[in-house]
């Protein structure tokens, strides 16, 4: 079977790796995954000519919301986020995804990170950043607040938010005291010539800081937050979205908890 990743920019992504250590530890065989550099206008000609070479593909920026038009169905978490990371092809149909939402979930959990009630800022306000807002809400958040640079997309996700129901969602300014959770959704970090100035927050040493970024143990984020005890990245996110990707397409479920902390060390050992 062979699958992939589409993206732009892709060139960062851990995902042909991660899913080879997959396919190893859940003694997958004949399993292959590359990524896809796509040109912003070359979506269409991808489904057009590309697609059927494959048995199912996963999505990412900027792309996510982008594929919807191509599917047959979409599951109802994609429905609610309007973005898919994962198409499968079932019973000649193109079927849409998201494990984005499953992976993050499984992040809180695997770390004990408790969400209900606490006070949480999100940084940035795209795909990833609503499906975080998503999992904070069901998981009973008391307070998000939103930062971005531009503030009318950080008002898209302050309404996404209105419409599941919550409305004790604002958009950041300096007067807002430390938060109980501060997660950075952003690309911020990916490469060296990145700043930190956006990650300007007020937090203090009881804060839990998450960065979505997994390519690198100590992000520019978590390293601007020494003092903070609780400091994770996105790999468990990454590690488990890349999962539950493979239970869809192989239509088979597996447990990897046994040996999570092995395929931690393996994508740990592996330079960017």
Known sequence: MKFAVIGNPIDKSLSPQLHE????????????????HLENDKLDNFFKNDFDLFDGIN????????VVKFLNSIDNEAKILGNVNCISKSNNMI?????????????????????????????GAGSSSKTVVKCLIDQGVGRI???NRSLDNARDIKNFA???????????????????IAINTTPIGMYKEDKDNFFHIPVDKNTTIIDLIYTSKETLFLRKFDQCSQKVNGLDMFI???????????????NLDSQIESVRKQLENIKC
């Open 59 to 66: 999505v990412t920026i900027p792309f996510k919301s982008k």
């Open 240 to 254: 488990y979205q890349a999962l539950k990707s493979i239970e869809i397409w192989r239509e088979t479920n597996y």
């Open 95 to 123: 079927c849409g995804f998201n494990t984005d939402k499953y992976g993050f979930d499984m992040l809180l959990n695997k770390n004990e990170i408790v969400v209900e009630g606490s006070s949480c800022i999100v940084l």
């Open 145 to 147: 607040i939103i930062k």
């Open 21 to 36: 250590i997959l396919y190893e530890k859940l003694n997958i065989l004949n399993c292959s995954f590359k990524k896809i």
């Open 162 to 180: 209105y419409s599941l129901g919550f409305k004790n969602i604002e958009l950041f300014n300096l007067n807002f005291p430390s938060f109980d």
